[in-house]
């Protein structure tokens, strides 16, 4: 039986000296899994645990795209983030299980409409108009997780070659293990699902003509330009 469309594909992202391409099926986020990136939105580290959303598979974007400014915003947000890339999954994971599921780890930035998350904050309503928009999520290659987890490493981002956030892997909340474990209680994870693990303190607004570089030691590094009108 035919399709009725040719034009739906499936996203997918490089794979570090590979050949081969990792199929996305979905893209699950935490947010609020940096103390200092808490405080820095008003909240409570203690009082606020982490949150899970997500974003649409086809939001990701390679690493040297230009991006254009997104729609209905004046308040466009960087956020870098460690994202982990699984090659099996399951449900009720332990954090032993859930270590096996992984496929590997990419460098990823979670593009933010500010300004809408904070009036869907403030009016208690969904996030997915502020998180899950077209581009919002330009994602590195992603190295294979047999050359070891990482644990420590250093993550940043830079804007137009300006440092402008700086942590180390092992100041999140909930650990790449944690996460996994939490987030099998609400979903079946699955070959294919990306997880963004949230953004330290430092972020942002950037506006059309920006640079936007982030890295993580051992990892690799995403770079995008924002630019004004249409996607290129
Ligand atoms: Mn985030």
Known sequence: MALLFDSVVIPEVAVQDSDLRFPVRRIYCVGQNYRDHVKEMGGDPKSSPPV???????????SGS?????????????????????????????????????????VGIDFTRRD??????????PWDTAKGFDASAPLSPI???DSGE??????????NGELRQD????????????????LSRYYALRA?????????????????????????????????????????
Request: charged share 20%.
């Open 66 to 106: 230009r991006i254009a400014y997104p729609s209905a915003t004046g308040n466009l947000h960087y956020e870098v983030e460690l994202v982990v890339a699984l090659k099996s999954g399951g449900s009720e994971l332990d954090a032993h299980r859930a270590l096996q599921c992984i496929y590997g780890y990419a």
């Open 52 to 62: 899970f959303f997500s974003k649409p598979a086809d939001a990701i974007m390679p």
């Open 143 to 145: 190295k294979q997780a």
């Open 192 to 232: 294919g699902d990306l997880v963004f693990t949230g953004t330290p303190a430092g972020v942002s607004s950037v506006v059309a003509g920006d640079r936007i570089q982030g890295g993580i030691e051992g990892v690799g590094e995403v770079t995008v330009e924002l630019v004004s009108g249409a996607p290129i």
């Open 167 to 182: 942590a180390k892997l092992s100041d999140m909340i909930w650990s790449v293990p944690e996460i996994l474990a939490q």
């Open 150 to 159: 990482p644990a420590d490493e250093r993550i940043w981002l830079e804007v």
């Open 116 to 125: 809408l998350q904070a009036e869907a904050k403030q009016k208690g309503r």
